[in-house]
């Protein structure tokens, strides 16, 4: 019974970082492509500039989210990935605007051009925080019942 407790914890903690993600990419996608822009360009965005990276967001949204969801409903046992390496390969997104608005790739140094290859702009997100603020407790509670049910079940075996 208190196994069962565990999974249900689990996969609670599991569907609400996915519901959390899913209502923070689109903002933290537009906040991405209007800070590149104005470190680049030192002006604020145009308002076509701003459809795209709003219509990225909603793209990253539906698309990272879905991806998210599945990772975290799966077992455990069979969680291959980290969450937040799927929402680092959502830098796509945003990286495709700036790309079409002619914006110049930053120069990174060797690490991040290894680790993070496909991240031209520096944009790949350390932490569930660095996405949004209001992701630091659910990605914290879930990492915390993913460890808790990974050890109880190590224990039970």
């Known amino acids: 019974m208190a196994s069962m407790a565990r999974a249900a914890n689990f ?6 970082l ?3 993600l899913e209502v923070a990419l689109p903002g ?3 906040r991405c ?4 822009w104005r470190d680049w360009s030192g002006t604020a965005p145009d308002a076509a500039l701003l459809e795209a990276a709003h219509v990225a967001g909603e793209r990253a ?3 990272v989210g879905a991806a998210v969801r599945v990772l975290l409903a799966q077992d455990v046992d069979e969680q291959r990935l980290n969450p937040l390496a799927l929402v680092r390969r959502a830098v796509s997104y945003p990286t495709a605007v700036l790309r079409a608005a002619g914006v110049p790739a930053l120069v990174r140094d060797e690490f991040a051009e290894r680790a993070f290859p496909d991240d031209l702009y520096g944009l790949s ?5 660095d996405v949004d603020p209001a992701l630091h407790e659910p ?4 990492g915390a019942a993913k460890a808790h ?7 039970s075996t």
């Open 139 to 142: 990605g914290l509670l879930w």
């Open 11 to 16: 996969e609670d903690y599991g569907r609400a």
């Open 149 to 155: 049910a990974h050890l109880f079940r190590r224990r």
């Open 61 to 63: 949204r539906d698309e």
């Open 125 to 129: 997100p350390a932490s569930f925080a």
């Open 33 to 36: 492509v209007e800070g590149r």
């Open 28 to 30: 933290w996608v537009v």
């Open 18 to 20: 996915a519901d959390a």
